[in-house]
């Protein structure tokens, strides 16, 4: 996850995990036009990234879902942290 241009980008692979598929489905979804990236760099060295609000036109419910659970493992997390005398930074 990164910031660019005040928006949140992902790459192919943390899209992948999100949607619980495979990196080649999504580059499938981004040929159909289901899904639009913004490319880093050019030629072979160009990296693709998929902004939250491309995530949203797929299945908004899915991504909604995945944030959740990544806040309330965070919370238990910081939890446990907490309790073994862990210093969050």
Same mark, same amino acid.
């Given at each position: 996850?990164? *910031?660019?241009?005040? +928006?949140?980008?992902?790459?192919? =692979? @943390?899209?992948?995990?999100?949607? @619980?598929?495979?990196?080649?489905?999504?580059?499938?979804? #981004?040929? *159909?036009?289901?899904?639009?990236?913004?490319?880093?760099? =050019?030629?072979?060295? !160009?990296?693709? /990234?998929?902004?939250?609000?491309?995530?949203?036109?797929?299945?908004?419910?899915?991504? #909604? +879902?995945?944030?959740?659970?990544?806040?309330?493992? @965070?919370?238990? *997390? =910081?939890?446990? @942290? +907490? +309790? /073994?005398?862990?210093? !969050? #930074?």
């Amino acid at each position: 996850m990164k *910031d660019l241009f005040g +928006e949140t980008y992902f790459t192919i =692979s @943390q899209v992948a995990l999100i949607y @619980q598929t495979h990196n080649n489905t999504i580059k499938k979804w #981004e040929k *159909d036009g289901k899904i639009i990236p913004i490319r880093l760099g =050019s030629g072979r060295s !160009s990296h693709r /990234r998929y902004s939250l609000r491309e995530l949203k036109k797929v299945d908004p419910k899915v991504v #909604e +879902e995945f944030f959740l659970a990544m806040r309330y493992y @965070q919370k238990i *997390d =910081s939890k446990i @942290q +907490e +309790e /073994r005398g862990v210093k !969050s #930074e």
